[in-house]
């Protein structure tokens, strides 16, 4: 699948995607690319954030497909069963935030607890770091195997984020478009 074949729906977490983030980069840079925003992005309320997954996926013009970093990629997995059948073609996903985690995890965010296991019902990947101070790897794994979803190592890479170093991820970026192509 191109870029051009579907639409690419970014799915940020918790405080959206500042402007160096990966996600904002490949908004501006993937023509076809746009942001599902959220109404509240400092409190998320996980049935407003589901919602907006549904009715954005829903309102697509072409198949999607689905790019969540942190809180956005826990809020895709509750609104997996509740999008059209066959809408979206496959979930590139970042960084699972362990909401079932009380020292790391804000409490707000812990609202999105627990982290739902159902498979999803697309082809997915789960991109997770070894150092994520969010979620330990071997959480990241179980749940991506709950999921149906490859797993992708990372390795030293913390949260994936503009702190940790990833504001472009060129490496993200080519492992997005073998993951489109898989989709073909």
């Not at 690419?8 to 405080?15: A, F, K, Q, R, S």
């Not at 690319?33 to 829903?58: F, G, H, L, M």
């Not at 019902?121 to 149906?148: M, N, Q």
């Not at 992708?152 to 994936?160: C, E, R």
Request: glycine content about 8%; aromatic content about 8%; some cysteine.
């Amino acid at each position: 699948m191109k870029t051009s074949d579907c639409d690419i729906l970014i799915v940020p977490g918790h405080d959206n995607s500042g402007e160096d983030h990966w996600q904002s980069r490949w908004e501006r840079q993937l023509s076809t690319a746009q942001r599902i925003v959220q109404e509240n992005w400092d409190a998320p309320d996980k049935d407003a954030w589901v919602a907006r997954i549904v009715r954005d996926v829903a309102q697509a013009q072409k198949p999607v497909v689905l790019v969540g970093h942190s809180l956005g990629v826990v809020a895709i997995a509750y609104a997996a069963p509740l999008l059209p059948n066959g809408k979206v073609r496959g979930a590139f996903l970042v960084s699972l935030p362990d909401v079932e985690r009380a020292d790391t995890i804000p409490a707000i965010d812990r609202a999105f607890a627990p982290i739902p296991r159902e498979p999803l019902p697309f082809p997915s990947v789960l991109v997770a770091s070894r150092t994520d101070p969010h979620c330990d790897y071997a959480k990241a794994e179980d749940i991506s195997y709950a999921w149906g979803s490859a797993i992708v190592d990372a390795g030293d890479a913390g949260h994936l984020n503009t702190q940790s170093g990833h504001g472009p991820w060129p490496e993200g970026l080519m492992r997005f478009a073998g993951f489109l192509k898989q989709l073909s």
